[in-house]
């Protein structure tokens, strides 16, 4: 049975137990380990096992796999680090199965370990918990190295020492050997220079830095590209960058060029610092030679190079120099035009190897600008990615200048597909101004081709000199172009410049003046405008002056007339005012004999009636007692039944509980049966006995939950009832209000109402206090019954439940007392204020109180009516 966790691998009928893995950087290899000192490696592409190898005798088991890696490899990594079980990690090459190197001891043994992402560092936790990094170049000398050149060279001996056999040296071109040292002999040392009559070709491929220029093409063609890394430095040995620090600082000091001051406007950069690069390149090259100052196309063609060396001004202003020496070649013979002959090569390469795209660029009137000069002018940053391009660049510098042109040509032959579909001379200029589904290293290929099957009559390689260095210390002088046109193009654009300064001074200055002058007549304007003002505003208050003086002196004659018309009318109304009160006083001396024997009539007349109506009302409210105390005593009656059945029920089952106890003592008695048994009997009787009394508990305790869930609802209908009350007093005084009389009336019987409203809350509160001390009571009962269940406590219980069910009985009579009390008081008010009253509205509101009543009582009924 396998480890849980553990991948196995069906064999040669074999099982293979692997509990670590480890794929190499591009994926094809898997390598895996476990409790054994076998390494087991897999192709994934061949899905097969290709190689096992076996680690030394001291390792017994692998605790981890990981591969290092190299810069050179492409991502096929040769080079296995195992972790075995004695802590100690050993990296093995898994081509030659060689041990390189190994890290840890038996004595400060390694817990864990990493990989940096190059391959340069080895972070390992040792077991005492410290932190080890190691440097893999100081480990070995065969990781990170380049990889052997294809070109071997053969090893010769000189005369000299033909006969000697005392030394042994190897010689290659372009780099200082050292001798190796025989055994007999091991203190001479020789340096053996270089080959001064070697051919023209060797020297022409060895560059500075012992780089080859042979040997970094194969190495470009293998892997497509220069490794990162090392890009940047392979392209400067490749270029052969002077480094010219005070020729560029003395074209760097002369400024920023006055061509391109504005140069955001034209090309807006969003990094400030990109764009202060840029103008300072392109500044530089314009005061190195006046061509590039009225160049349109320079900072495209220079912009790429700038984002690559943008903190190192000087690499980038000479690897633009350099470029525009070699591979812009002839660009500027017919400036300001594009380069014909630059263009007619290309054209020439592509009528021989693709005559039918050709036609169809004829066909449609598209010239060599449109597909060809774009490309150029911007060096395909437009049309390719940073990658891309990169990798692009790689084989432009690597190769003849016209090797740039032949990947204009290629460039259109890989896209002939789109291009061929396209009919439209917009389709056409957008599809060289934007990038395309294109893959750069099938073009690159196609470049290859191109430069190896074009004839040499018509290849641009013929007019085009081989890459030249710029010169060490001072720049040489470009004068390619034709320099007459320049300077007159420069002199117009001075003249023209100048001419707009002037112009420029000119308008400032009469915009200046007319400033002036509109400022002066707005000033003059104003003033001329605020003493019309003033003088108008003083002409109006002189006339708000005299105007108001002669309202005053007619006030003045108005108010003399008044004070003598109003002292006249004080007189007459005094005098009327003296008659008038006399003969009021008489005439209600008058009224008031009249009101008062009508008032006597009306005091008999209204005291007999209510006489009549207050008997009656005393005689049904009699009888309305009656029918209650009834109503009571029958429920009195119908809760003590209850009880007395509730009470017999328990004489029941407590004689039924004597008789089974009696039983099973008789039975205990009678049994001959261990300790052990009766104890286990007295436990399961005691058991029964609490479930027992579990279950009453719980029966009580559900009839007390209905209970409360009837005075929950009888809660709700009084709630209802007080509801209906207040809203008959709402509408009592409604009624009341609109007549004049029957306002004292309306308030003593709102104070009624309150009243009994207050005893009936008074009396529910009773009823609420009653049954909590009877549940209280029932619940000591049933914890008591529970500890105690032999105690007879059912005399208690009677007087306690008797005493509950007469409590609310004894409330209720007090509650009727306390309202026929109330009843006496209120009708004894009544018939003080009702002998005010007239007859015909007594009987409407005695009408309509009945109305109300009978309503009220409707509603009441109701809700009873529902619960029973």
């Not at 140069?263 to 530089?284: D, E, F, G, M």
């Amino acid at each position: 049975m396998s480890c849980p966790g553990a991948l196995q691998f069906h064999f040669l009928n074999h099982i293979l137990v692997l509990s670590h893995l480890s794929f190499c950087r591009d994926g094809r290899i898997l390598a895996a380990g476990g409790k054994s000192n076998h390494l087991h490696l897999w192709c994934l592409e061949a899905k097969q096992l290709f190689r096992i190898i076996q680690m030394p005798t001291k390792v017994r088991a692998i605790r981890h796999l990981e591969f290092l890696p190299d810069s050179f490899d492409a991502g096929s990594n040769q080079v296995l680090g195992v972790l075995s079980q004695d802590g100690i990690m050993r990296f093995v090459n898994i081509q030659t199965c060689k041990l390189l190197f190994e890290i840890g001891s038996l004595d400060e043994g390694i817990s864990s370990s990493v990989i940096s992402p190059h391959g340069r560092y080895i972070a390992s936790i040792m077991e005492n918990g410290s932190l080890n990094i190691y440097s893999v170049q100081a480990l070995t000398q065969e990781i990170n190295k380049p990889p052997p050149p294809l070109v071997k060279v053969i090893e010769d001996l000189p005369k000299s020492k033909l006969n000697s056999g005392d030394l042994k040296m190897k010689v290659t071109t372009g780099r200082v050997q050292r001798p190796a040292k025989s055994r007999e002999n091991r203190i001479q040392t020789r340096i053996l220079k270089q080959d001064l009559a070697g051919s023209f070709e060797n020297k022409e491929n060895e560059l500075s830095d012992g780089l080859n220029k042979k040997r970094l093409q194969i190495l470009l063609k293998g892997y497509g590209e220069y490794p990162t890394k090392y890009r940047m430095f392979i392209w400067r040995s490749l270029l052969q960058l002077p480094e010219n620090h005070t020729a560029f600082s003395s074209l760097e000091d002369k400024g920023v060029h006055v061509a391109f001051l504005n140069l955001q406007k034209k090309y807006p950069i969003k990094s400030r610092k990109l764009l202060r690069v840029l103008q300072r390149t392109l500044s530089a090259l314009a005061h190195w030679s006046a061509i590039f100052s009225e160049t349109p196309y320079l900072p495209l063609l220079a912009f790429p190079f700038v984002k690559l060396f943008q903190n190192n001004q000087l690499i980038c202003f000479e690897v633009v120099a350099t470029l525009i020496i070699n591979w812009c070649q002839h660009w500027f013979e017919y400036f300001p035009n594009p380069p014909i002959n630059i263009l007619s090569m290309i054209e020439n390469v592509l009528a021989f190897h693709d005559k039918e795209l050709l036609q169809h660029f004829i066909d449609h009137d598209i010239t060599s600008q449109l597909y060809a000069w774009p490309l150029l002018e911007t060096i395909f940053s437009e049309v390719l990615t940073r990658e891309e391009w990169l990798k692009l660049f790689d084989n432009v510098f690597s190769n003849h200048p016209s090797f740039l042109l032949m990947t204009v040509v290629a460039y259109n032959i890989c896209s002939r597909a789109p291009l061929l579909n396209c009919s439209l001379k917009d389709d056409f200029e957008y599809f060289f101004h934007h990038r395309n589904n294109l893959d750069i290293s099938v073009v690159i290929r196609e470049v290859y081709h191109l430069m190896d099957t074009t004839p040499t009559d018509i290849h641009p390689s013929s007019m085009l000199h081989v890459v030249v260095a710029l010169t060490k210390g001072q720049y040489p002088v470009f004068n390619q172009y034709p320099k007459f046109i320049v300077d007159y193009q420069t002199q117009e654009r001075e003249r023209i410049r100048n001419d707009e300064l002037d112009y420029l001074r000119e308008r400032q200055m009469v915009e200046d003046m007319q400033a002036e002058v509109d400022q002066q007549r707005v000033e003059d304007e104003a003033w001329y405008q605020k003493q019309e003002l003033l003088r108008k505003a003083e002409e109006t208050r002189r006339e708000l002056l005299l105007q108001e003086e002669e309202k005053m002196v007619q006030q003045r004659q108005r108010l003399a007339s008044v004070k003598r018309e109003l002292k006249v009318k004080e007189m007459h109304l005094q005098d009327a005012t003296r008659r008038r009160f006399l003969k009021l006083q008489q005439d209600q001396r008058e009224m008031e004999l009249r009101r008062l024997d009508d008032e006597l009539e009306r005091k008999v007349h209204m005291r007999d009636r209510e006489i009549a109506t207050t008997a009656k009302d005393l005689e049904m409210r009699h009888l309305e007692l009656e029918s209650q105390k009834r109503l009571y005593e029958k429920n009195l009656i119908r809760n003590q039944e209850a009880v007395a059945k509730e009470m017999r029920e328990d004489a029941d089952a407590f004689r039924r509980k004597v008789d089974l106890e009696e039983h099973m003592f008789h039975k205990l008695i009678e049994t001959d049966q261990t300790q052990n048994q009766k104890t286990q009997k007295l436990i399961e009787e005691d058991l029964a006995k609490a479930e027992q009394a579990c279950l009453n508990a719980d029966w009580r305790i559900q009839a007390l939950h209905k209970q409360r869930c009837d005075d929950l609802q009888r809660n709700e209908c009084y709630h209802e009832v007080a509801r209906l009350l207040r809203e008959n007093r709402r509408k009592e005084t409604e009624v009341l209000n609109a007549m004049m009389g029957e306002e004292a009336k309306k308030w003593e019987e709102a104070k009624e109402k309150d009243f009994h409203l207050k005893s009936e809350k008074k009396a529910s509160a009773l009823a609420d206090a009653s049954r909590k001390w009877f549940l209280e009571k029932e619940i000591n009962d049933a914890l008591e019954h529970a500890e105690h269940p032999y105690r007879k406590a059912v005399p208690r219980y009677q007087n306690g439940q008797v005493a509950s069910s007469c409590s609310p009985r004894a409330s209720q009579l007090n509650a009727v007392s306390e309202t026929d009390s109330a009843t006496c008081i209120s009708l004894n008010q009544r018939r003080i204020q009702w002998g005010t009253m007239e007859r015909d509205l007594m009987e409407r509101v005695r009408n309509l109180r009945q109305r109300l009543a009978a309503q009220a009582r409707n509603r009441c009924q109701m809700p009873h009516l529902l619960a029973t």
